[in-house]
Nanobody, 123 residues
């Protein structure tokens, strides 16, 4: 079992950067594929990025590809989302998620979720 806590959200100007962190408490963290999702007011939860347990495979939503980078440090039980060239449409609550299976873009695939961290991008 993995417990997840996101941090690093905040207010940033368009074109700026933020780095989100997702800290996991479980000792089996390295066995889990991880992902980031986001949800803006009035919208459905949206896939952002995913990474395999080894970090060797990544996947990105078209809207963030080339701007966001997902990475993990298994020694620190932490997954990161580096967000560059932020746009107002990136404003959302960002959630990290974990699955013992292969990563996927479907939210229901993931077994464990954090509480989310707010990202607000001003124009």
């Amino acid at each position: 079992q993995v417990q997840l806590v996101e941090s690093g959200g905040g207010l940033v100007q368009a074109g700026g950067s933020l780095r989100l962190s997702c800290a996991a408490s479980g000792r089996t963290f390295s066995s889990y594929a991880m992902a980031w999702f986001r949800q803006a007011p009035g919208k459905e939860r949206e896939f952002v990025a995913a990474i395999s347990w080894s970090g060797g495979n990544t996947d990105y939503a078209a809207a963030v590809k080339g701007r966001f980078t997902i990475s993990r440090d298994n020694a620190k039980n932490t997954v990161y989302l580096q967000m560059n060239s932020l746009k107002p449409e990136d404003t959302a609550v960002y959630y990290c998620a974990a699955t013992p299976r292969i990563p996927a873009v479907i939210a229901r695939t993931y077994n464990y979720w954090g509480q989310g961290t707010q990202v607000t991008v001003s124009s």
